[in-house]
C-alpha cells in the first residue's frame, strides 16, 4: 500500500496537470522511493498504531506516508526540492478510492510472490524431478489402469510425465496477468 500511494503522488507530480502538485525534483523523488523500499516491521507497527485511532487500513497509510515527509522536511530544512514534497503532501490518496489502493496493493504482492518464492520452487521442483527421470529412465514399473495391470512402463517415463505437466502449468501460471484498477 506504502508503494501504491507513493507511486501515485509521484505520478500525480509527474504529470502536470495539477498546479498544487509540482514536479518533484531528483532529491524529492529519492525521499519518496526512501520511504517506500525502506518500509520496515517498526513502520508497520507504526501504521497500525494509527489504524486504532482512525480504524481504516488506508488512511492509516495516508497519515504514515504524512508523518515521513514531515521527517525527510524536518531532516533538510530549506530545501526547494523537499519543500514541494512537503507543499504536495496533501495530494497523498488524492482522487483515490481505498479499493484503487488496495486491488493494486495485492496485485503487487501475487506478482512478487510468484516471481520471488512461487516459480523458483516450482523451478526447483522440476529440476529435481527432471534429474530423477533421467536417473531412472530405465528402471521397469509395472503400470496399472482401473486398478488392474497395464503395459509396463519405466519409473523415468512416469516422472517425466509429470515433469511435462508440470512445465505446462508453470508456464499458465507465470502468464497469468496480475490486473488491478485505479479510478
Same mark, same amino acid.
Given at each position: 500500500?506504502?508503494?501504491?500511494?507513493?507511486?501515485?503522488?509521484?505520478?500525480?507530480?509527474?504529470?502536470?496537470?495539477?498546479?498544487?502538485?509540482?514536479?518533484?525534483?531528483?532529491?524529492?523523488?529519492?525521499?519518496?522511493?526512501?520511504?517506500?523500499?525502506?518500509?520496515?516491521?517498526?513502520?508497520?507497527? !507504526?501504521?497500525?498504531?494509527?489504524? !486504532?485511532?482512525?480504524?481504516?487500513?488506508?488512511?492509516?497509510?495516508?497519515?504514515?506516508?504524512?508523518?515521513?515527509?514531515?521527517?525527510?522536511?524536518?531532516?533538510?530544512?530549506?530545501?526547494?526540492?523537499?519543500?514541494?514534497?512537503?507543499?504536495?503532501?496533501?495530494?497523498?490518496?488524492?482522487?483515490?478510492?481505498?479499493?484503487?489502493? +488496495?486491488?493494486?496493493?495485492?496485485a503487487l504482492m501475487i506478482k512478487d510472490a510468484n516471481s520471488e518464492v512461487l516459480?523458483?520452487?516450482?523451478?526447483?521442483?522440476?529440476?529435481?524431478?527432471?534429474?530423477?527421470?533421467?536417473?531412472?529412465?530405465?528402471?521397469?514399473?509395472?503400470?496399472?489402469?482401473?486398478?488392474?495391470?497395464?503395459?509396463?512402463?519405466?519409473?523415468?517415463?512416469?516422472?517425466? +510425465?509429470?515433469?511435462?505437466?508440470? !512445465? !505446462?502449468?508453470?508456464?499458465?501460471?507465470?502468464?497469468?496477468?496480475?490486473?488491478?484498477?485505479i479510478a
Open positions: 500500500r506504502v508503494l501504491v500511494e507513493v507511486r501515485w503522488l509521484q505520478m500525480l507530480s509527474d504529470c502536470g496537470h495539477l498546479p498544487q502538485v509540482p514536479t518533484f525534483g531528483p532529491a524529492a523523488k529519492k525521499a519518496l522511493d526512501d520511504i517506500a523500499a525502506n518500509f520496515s516491521v517498526e513502520d508497520g507497527a !507504526r501504521v497500525k498504531e494509527i489504524e !486504532r485511532t482512525t480504524n481504516h487500513d488506508v488512511k492509516a497509510i495516508e497519515y504514515f506516508l504524512k508523518e515521513r515527509v514531515a521527517d525527510v522536511a524536518a531532516g533538510a530544512p530549506g530545501d526547494a526540492d523537499v519543500g514541494a514534497l512537503v507543499a504536495a503532501q496533501e495530494f497523498i490518496h488524492f482522487a483515490c478510492t481505498s479499493e484503487d489502493i +488496495n486491488n493494486l496493493s495485492y516459480l523458483p520452487a516450482v523451478d526447483g521442483i522440476i529440476a529435481t524431478l527432471t534429474d530423477l527421470a533421467r536417473e531412472h529412465a530405465e528402471l521397469p514399473m509395472l503400470s496399472r489402469t482401473h486398478g488392474q495391470t497395464a503395459t509396463p512402463s519405466t519409473v523415468g517415463k512416469e516422472i517425466a +510425465n509429470v515433469v511435462a505437466r508440470l !512445465r !505446462r502449468q508453470r508456464a499458465c501460471w507465470a502468464a497469468a496477468p496480475q490486473l488491478g484498477k
